[in-house]
């Protein structure tokens, strides 16, 4: 069977180990189109082309980069042309306009689609996406869902076609792996990785933090947005500068030796009117890593973190402050969560896992 993925989000290296581990099944031909980069609040991310075995990774411009709702493919109709896949899997929200044009040009051409979606929150959309988001539903052969609860958004907007519930993206555990020299007793490195953006709610992890200058930690906060003045701003008035350090972004293949280093990562996302933490991919790197995590209720992150990490009510300063605590007091506690990480991963977050549940839904499509 012949697919064509289109995928902005694969120009991410790490995230191509799926695509490596799709190839390898003997009854795929896969072919994937990225664009050469994309924009957004961290400036321009270029295309890393990291793992690129066994499949043919397609590099193809894109109009209006950076906007989510707005970009495209204008060369999409010459790759299913030349390709002439048995199904396009369009790796894009279905209420984009990338996503209607895809299925559009599918449909012309008899080809079986598939659409992916994060969405767990319902609301509508203004014309002309809800426009687009209609047609992809009534229209797309098969939905995959990151989650439960956007399943449960998109039956209740009306999708009746055969779904499953499959992350975007799992975890290559050997590339995320423990670190194999044991880290000292002191510092305690805590760490956050994602943007700086009112609803991560980094402002909770630092106000909880300032709680326990008595103990002896570092924070290191992975990446940039609108807030980090804001952060910047609060660490100082808190005197809290030799503590805490911001990096902006690194490269995908650089977060595996971040993780390592820590010893707690924290997640402490704050749910906002029109947005909820989708999934919290960091969540399953820093756990194949080995590393304990603590994160906030809000959306998915309970279901991602299950038994093996501790959850607090998010925004709420002092229930975080005593699960930083015990954690920092408590080493056997620590090592027991990242033990019991490791292993939900390995249960259930693999790249490989992923990959074969994804060409499982391939095949269903095709028989």
């Not at 305690?188 to 980094?202: F, N, P, Q």
């Not at 805490?244 to 390592?260: F, H, K, L, N």
Request: proline share 7%; glycine share 6%; with cysteine.
């Amino acid at each position: 069977m012949r697919v064509l993925m289109i995928s902005k989000a694969c120009i991410v290296g790490t995230y191509q180990r799926k695509l490596e581990e799709m190839a390898t099944a003997p009854d795929l031909d896969l072919s994937v189109v990225v664009p050469p980069s994309w924009r957004d609040e961290r400036g321009e991310t270029q295309l890393e082309r990291v793992f690129t075995q066994g499949y043919d990774l397609i590099v193809s411009p894109i109009r209006f980069n950076g906007r989510f709702h707005w970009h495209y493919y204008p060369a999409l109709e010459q790759h299913l042309d030349h390709i002439q896949p048995d199904i396009l899997h369009i790796d894009e929200e279905p209420y984009s306009l990338v996503t209607w044009l895809a299925l559009r040009a599918a449909r012309r051409r008899n080809i079986k689609t598939l659409f992916f979606s994060w969405q767990n929150i319902l609301r509508p959309y203004p014309p002309p996406f809800r426009w687009f988001e209609q047609t992809v539903l009534q229209h797309a052969d098969y939905a995959l869902m990151g989650t439960e609860s956007a399943a449960a958004v998109w039956r209740a907007k009306g999708y009746t076609g055969p779904l499953a519930v499959i992350p975007q993206f799992g975890v290559d555990p050997d590339l995320f792996c423990p670190d194999s020299t044991p880290h000292p007793p002191t510092p305690m490195h805590i760490g956050y990785a994602g943007r700086l953006w009112i609803g991560k709610a980094v402002d909770v992890l630092i106000a909880a933090l300032a709680n326990l200058r008595e103990l002896d930690w570092r924070l290191t906060l992975i990446g940039s947005g609108p807030e980090q003045a804001t952060l910047t701003a609060q660490i100082e008035q808190l005197s809290l500068q030799d503590r805490i350090q911001i990096v902006p972004w690194v490269a995908s293949t650089a977060m595996p030796a971040y993780m390592r280093a820590l010893d707690i990562l924290v997640i402490p996302s704050r749910t906002r009117r029109s947005w909820k933490e989708q999934y919290g991919r960091v969540i399953i790197e820093a756990m194949a890593s080995g590393v304990a995590v603590i994160g906030s209720n809000s959306g998915a992150i309970p279901d991602v973190i299950g038994d093996a990490g501790l959850v607090f009510a998010e925004d709420d300063v002092d229930d975080l402050t005593c699960h930083l605590r015990h954690l920092i007091a408590d080493s056997a506690a620590r090592h027991d969560l990242a033990r019991r990480g490791r292993q939900r991963v390995l249960a259930h977050f693999t790249q490989a896992q992923i990959a074969e549940k994804t060409i499982e839904v391939y095949r269903s499509m095709l028989k």
